[in-house]
């Protein structure tokens, strides 16, 4: 038996001891994995270091505190989410209840990514606990320390029969597969998400696909061109532009075209320094083969800001490209780095036409001070999510579902929604024994008479 097969196997057992159905267990497994996260900050930061090159005050900014706040939230809501949920009845049930019982799915699979490792592979654990699931673990071996630290300390908090971590590369994430799950949360690309379903689908398994895309920035003439890319600034070059929500490309009338470059220069500038390769707060490509790959995107295309590179370092300067055309190679694939394209359309109507004619992005950014514009562009348009006159920061609001769709991914998480996504919602109808009266005209015979009819 390989040792995937084991860790699922004991995952499986220790769930049908019905352990983690009890709400205290759960919420001590949760209060465990806040006491993790706070006291391991020292080694978490160490490992995505020595991954990203992530600076001390990126660790909390971008990983941890946002897993903190998550980990409250299902501490303080989970008797509310577990609860039995009334629903509306009908003359039919006026006397029945009738109501929504919220169920562990069972074993689940989480396979993280390598970019903000800890947000997506514990994110999605914090809901599969909440619900009262065993879960396997799978953190991305790209990331190859942060993967090490959840497979050394993880076990000192959580039960890790429950919650056992297996790391290893695609041999190894593919014996998981083998195995039998009752839900998938898969982070990562969509190649790979096609072998997961596939995978999946052997089982009948349900999955979550959390993937990326190209998501667009369109920066409308009617805007604060200053605020607008800075924040735009903000979240392409945070992480080195390895951010799944990134704006990939902006869109913006010919007119701007150049104080739109301008303003993002002068916030790199101020960000980064001169010399953004020896600030602390930027980071760098993971590995050679996304730096060559990278590069490769910049062929044919013209650098109005950046470009200096060092592959001994896996160094992208934060880079701006202008005049960009649909057909560029940069315009092929996510970006998913440091590097900015700036295409230029005619206004609203032609960025709309622009972001329907592609695949559904994860992420939509709209800058505009139009605010029927903003709705007009929501309603014209779908992403996973949209976010008006900011970058990134719809991933922070627990209340909202964060998932992508089509392309982008399928399935939903964080508050609820995650707890939601990762419960049966079992449909549960208690009828009396008395009343056998009002039935009578359900069993046959059928007559006319019978029925009034
Ligand atoms: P990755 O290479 O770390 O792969 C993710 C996981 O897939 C790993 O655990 C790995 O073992 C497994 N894997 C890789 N190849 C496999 C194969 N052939 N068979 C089975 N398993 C395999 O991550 P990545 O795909 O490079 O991640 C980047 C992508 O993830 C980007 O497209 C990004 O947009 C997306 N992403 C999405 C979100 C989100 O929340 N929607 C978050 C982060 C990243």
């Given at each position: 038996m390989s040792r995937e097969q084991k860790a699922v196997e004991r995952a499986r057992k220790a769930f049908l001891t019905g352990r983690s159905k009890s709400l205290e267990y759960r919420i001590t497994q949760l209060?465990?994995?806040?006491?993790?996260?706070?006291?391991?900050?020292?080694?978490?930061?160490?490992?995505?270091?020595?991954?990203?090159?992530?600076?001390?005050?990126?660790?909390?900014?971008?990983?941890?505190?946002?897993?903190?706040?998550?980990?409250?939230?299902?501490?303080?809501?989970?008797?509310?989410?577990?609860?039995?949920r009334p629903v509306s009845k009908s003359m039919m049930t006026i006397s029945d209840q009738v109501y929504i019982q919220p169920e562990p799915l069972g074993v689940v699979l989480v396979i993280g990514a390598w970019n903000y490792p800890?947000?997506?592979?514990?994110?999605?654990?914090?809901?599969?606990?909440?619900?009262?699931?065993?879960?396997?673990?799978?953190?991305?071996?790209?990331?190859?320390?942060?993967?090490?630290?959840?497979?050394?300390?993880?076990?000192?908090?959580?039960?890790?029969?429950?919650?056992?971590?297996?790391?290893?590369?695609?041999?190894?994430t593919q014996e998981l597969l083998k195995q039998r799950f009752d839900h998938i949360f898969y982070t990562g690309n969509g190649t790979v998400a096609k072998i997961i379903m596939e995978a999946a689908a052997k089982h009948l398994t349900p999955s979550t696909l959390e993937l990326g895309g190209k998501s667009p920035c369109y920066i409308d003439n009617n805007c604060d061109l200053a605020v607008a890319c800075r924040r735009?600034?903000?979240?392409?070059?945070?992480?080195?532009?390895?951010?799944?929500?990134?704006?990939?490309?902006?869109l913006c009338d010919p007119s701007i075209q150049d104080r739109v470059i301008e303003e993002i220069k002068k916030n790199i500038k101020e960000f980064y320094t001169e010399d953004p390769k020896k600030c602390l707060d930027y980071g760098r490509?993971?590995?050679?083969?996304?730096?060559?790959r990278l590069m490769a995107l910049l062929e044919g295309s013209s650098v109005a800001v950046g470009g200096e590179n060092d592959e001994s370092e896996c160094y992208?300067?934060?880079?701006?490209?202008?005049?960009?055309?649909?057909?560029?190679?940069?315009?092929?694939?996510?970006?998913?780095?440091?590097?900015?394209?700036?295409?230029?359309v005619s206004g609203a109507d032609e960025a709309i036409k622009f972001i329907n004619q592609r695949e559904k992005p994860l992420a939509l950014y709209i800058f505009s001070s139009d605010n029927k514009l903003i709705k007009r562009m929501i309603a014209e348009t779908s992403s996973g999510g949209v976010l008006a006159n900011d970058c990134l920061m719809h991933f922070s609001v627990s209340s909202l579902p964060f998932g992508g769709v089509g392309n982008s991914g399928m399935g939903r998480y964080h508050g609820k929604y995650g707890f939601d996504h990762l419960s049966h919602l079992r449909g549960c109808l208690i009828k009396q024994l008395k009343m056998e009266g009002v039935n009578k005209m359900r069993y046959p015979p059928h007559t006319a008479d019978k029925l009034g009819w």
């Open positions: 209060k465990n994995l806040l006491r993790f996260v706070r006291e391991r900050q020292n080694e978490i930061a160490e490992g995505l270091k020595k991954d990203l090159r992530r600076s001390e005050f990126g660790t909390p900014l971008y990983e941890t505190l946002g897993l903190e706040s998550e980990i409250n939230l299902a501490v303080r809501k989970l008797k509310d989410w577990a609860a039995p800890w947000a997506v592979t514990i994110g999605p654990l914090i809901g599969a606990i909440a619900a009262g699931n065993a879960a396997v673990i799978k953190p991305s071996e790209v990331s190859s320390h942060t993967s090490k630290v959840m497979e050394d300390l993880l076990p000192l908090y959580l039960d890790k029969e429950l919650y056992p971590v297996v790391t290893g590369g695609v041999t190894e735009i600034a903000w979240g392409k070059y945070s992480n080195c532009g390895q951010t799944c929500i990134a704006p990939d490309y902006i490509i993971i590995n050679e083969r996304h730096f060559k992208i300067a934060p880079t701006v490209l202008r005049d960009v055309k649909p057909d560029a190679k940069v315009m092929q694939e996510e970006i998913f780095g440091p590097l900015l394209p700036v295409l230029t």
